[in-house]
């Protein structure tokens, strides 16, 4: 049966999800952005079929709704659900990082035709915008879904119908339980790469050479730091329980290490260390490199057998060297976007150029 599906917020995320709701059923997708020029790039690239700056008049058309937004407005989104005058039942859910902040704005919603399901699809890309969305952006990554507690599971089975053209892997969990996760793995790591980047720029004032060194490594573990700032202080600001509590296990953390150094115990810092390293391998198959990479390049491949062999053979073929190779999308197999370095700028640009004839997507770090 075809429905509505309302998208509000055509950014990364949302963008994708409307691509790939339209490709994968006959769902009529209405867009809604404060930006014209991102709902003209919709209207006009086919990504939705209905453009409109009015939320409210929107709403009351669709069957769905995904909030897209940032986590502020989404939730300011859901407090005007209470305000709408619904005369049929819709679904709606949301695409934040942050689950606590939004079930709670969503548990006060008084209205009997609306269903709240949490949801937070777990991938991204180094890239952000309409422009930047594709339809397979979600293919084995983990989506998860934190339901009202009044919600039926048939409302939920209704939802991941909706998404099944993701190839999603969908996880229900505790917005309390999302949440702490979520801090652990993301959002507190994008905090302490803020703060490692300002101590080498601070150190900067006394070695003028740091930022020529500041490859390879350090590069590779503060690269998260280089995210929207805006967005992840609005996750931050809505996480800030979760963070500061992180961060004193931090302090403690950084403390004790701080000890075992000052003691000089040879023996018990192989053993930190060696810890760090057994864990650190276990969570997947990947291991990292230690080529500093000065020339990258990233390339989108899809998920599918041998993606990663022809982007090198294309490149063996013009007697181009890569100089490290970084899966920066994991899920299951090969899938996301590849990382290659180079050594020097010219087999960057060539690269580029080669790949882009061979019809591949390609971006040039600056």
């Known amino acids: 049966m075809k429905q509505t599906v309302?998208?509000?917020?055509?950014g990364l995320i949302g963008g994708s999800l409307a691509i790939?709701?339209?490709?994968?059923?006959?769902?009529?997708?209405?867009?809604?952005?404060?930006?014209?020029?991102?709902?003209?790039y919709s209207i006009m690239n086919g990504i939705i079929d209905e453009a409109t700056t009015d939320f409210d008049s929107a709403i009351q058309k669709a069957d769905f709704c995904i909030l897209a937004a940032?986590?502020?407005?989404?939730?300011?989104?859901?407090?005007?659900?209470?305000?709408?005058?619904?005369?049929?039942?819709?679904?709606?859910?949301?695409?934040?990082?942050?689950?606590?902040?939004?079930?709670?704005?969503?548990?006060?919603v008084n209205s009997e035709h609306v269903t709240f399901i949490g949801g937070h699809p777990m991938a991204g890309s180094h890239k952000k915008g309409i422009q930047a969305a594709k339809g397979h952006l979600f293919e084995n990554a983990i989506y998860i879904l934190t339901p009202v507690d009044a919600c039926s599971d048939a409302k939920v089975e209704a939802l991941?119908?909706?998404?099944?053209?993701?190839k999603c892997k969908f996880l229900q969990l505790e917005p309390k339980e999302h949440d702490e996760m979520t801090s652990v793995i993301s959002h507190f790591p994008h905090l302490i790469a803020s703060s490692l980047v300002h101590q080498a720029k601070n150190w900067q004032n006394t070695h003028a050479y740091i930022p020529k060194l500041a490859a390879g490594g350090f590069r590779d573990i503060t690269r998260i730091a280089s995210s929207n700032p805006a967005m992840w202080q609005d996750i931050f600001?809505?996480?800030?329980?979760?963070m500061g509590s992180l961060l004193e296990d931090w302090i403690k953390e950084m403390s004790a290490l701080k000890s075992l150094l000052?003691?000089?115990d040879k023996v018990s810092m192989y053993h930190y260390l060696e810890q760090a390293k057994e864990y650190r391998d276990g969570l997947d198959g990947q291991k990292k490199g230690a080529i500093p990479s000065f020339y990258d390049m990233y390339v989108d491949i899809f998920d599918q057998p041998g993606a990663l062999l022809k982007v090198v053979e294309i490149l063996a073929k013009e007697?181009?060297?890569?100089?490290?190779?970084e899966i920066l999308e994991i899920r299951e197999g090969i899938t996301g976007v590849l990382r290659l370095s180079f050594q020097n700028k010219n087999d960057q640009s060539r690269s580029n150029q080669v790949l882009k004839q061979h019809g591949y997507e390609t971006m040039i770090e600056d």
């Open 160 to 166: 991941k119908d909706l998404l099944k053209g993701t």
């Open 319 to 325: 007697e181009i060297s890569i100089n490290n190779i």
């Open 70 to 108: 940032p986590v502020s407005k989404t939730v300011e989104l859901i407090e005007k659900l209470s305000t709408i005058d619904f005369h049929k039942p819709i679904i709606v859910s949301d695409v934040s990082s942050v689950k606590s902040a939004i079930m709670d704005a969503a548990s006060v």
């Open 6 to 10: 309302l998208v509000a917020g055509l």
């Open 20 to 40: 790939n709701i339209k490709q994968n059923t006959q769902h009529h997708i209405i867009g809604f952005d404060v930006s014209k020029n991102t709902l003209d």
């Open 262 to 264: 000052e003691t000089g």
């Open 237 to 242: 600001f809505h996480n800030r329980e979760g």
